[in-house]
């Protein structure tokens, strides 16, 4: 069995949220307020989206889409922001851009569906992501998935969308598969793993669904 000479150490991580001052109370100041909340509440109402949810909001795929339905009450545009795959976008300003078009499409020529009480209304925010230190490390295919089973969701959120979608100091389960087990058909695979429209346990039930194929193949 291969053993790495670096293990990979499984962190979670907590969200330490941070509510700005922005805000939206109708669809036509949502769309003035996606151009100009920072690119980190962007970040916070799309990917960090998938840290947040379960399994009965998954539908909506990201906060704007959910807001659209149920506070707002429309549900054509949110079906059109739900179907927004966040990770097709190589970049956030590019991600911005489309939802903006989205909601600028769907108002023209019409008018807002109404205003909302302010508790109601849209409050942009950003979160500052901690690493926590799970106690748990790898060295062996057989290790790692006995972690990856075990530790919490926020762990693989932290090691698959946070690595994935911006730089951070916690190593990408795919980079460790790669570089330290020399399984780039394994990694591939997790790379290819799309969490939109999912849950985070769907996301750990199919990646120790790989795992246990290459063990069984005998490539571990």
């Not at 805000?23 to 962007?42: C, T, Y």
């Not at 790669?178 to 429209?197: G, H, I, N, Q, S």
């Amino acid at each position: 069995m291969r053993q790495a000479a670096k293990p990979f150490t499984f962190s979670g991580c907590v969200e330490l949220r941070q509510t700005l001052d922005v805000h939206a109370l109708d669809e036509r100041e949502l769309l003035h307020r996606l151009g100009e909340a920072p690119a980190e509440s962007i970040f916070f109402h799309t990917f960090g989206y998938f840290l947040r949810h379960r399994a009965f909001t998954t539908a909506y795929g990201n906060d704007f889409a959910r807001w659209a339905a149920l506070e707002i009450g429309d549900r054509a545009l949110a079906e059109r922001l739900a179907v927004v795959d966040p990770f097709a976008f190589p970049t956030l300003e590019g991600l911005r851009e489309h939802l903006v078009t989205i909601v600028q499409d769907h108002l023209r020529g019409r008018e807002a569906e109404g205003r909302v009480e302010f508790d109601r209304g849209f409050h942009f925010q950003r979160s500052h992501i901690v690493e926590v230190p799970l106690g748990l490390a790898a060295t062996t295919l057989v290790e790692f998935r006995a972690g990856l089973s075990n530790v919490d969701e926020s762990a693989i959120y932290l090691h698959t969308i946070e690595t994935r979608a911006r730089e951070r100091r916690a190593e990408g389960f795919a980079e460790w598969l790669r570089d330290a087990l020399d399984l780039p058909a394994l990694a591939e695979r997790f790379e290819r793993v799309d969490p939109y429209l999912t849950t985070l346990e769907r996301v750990r039930a199919r990646l120790l669904g790989f795992i246990d194929e290459t063990l069984e193949e005998g490539r571990g």
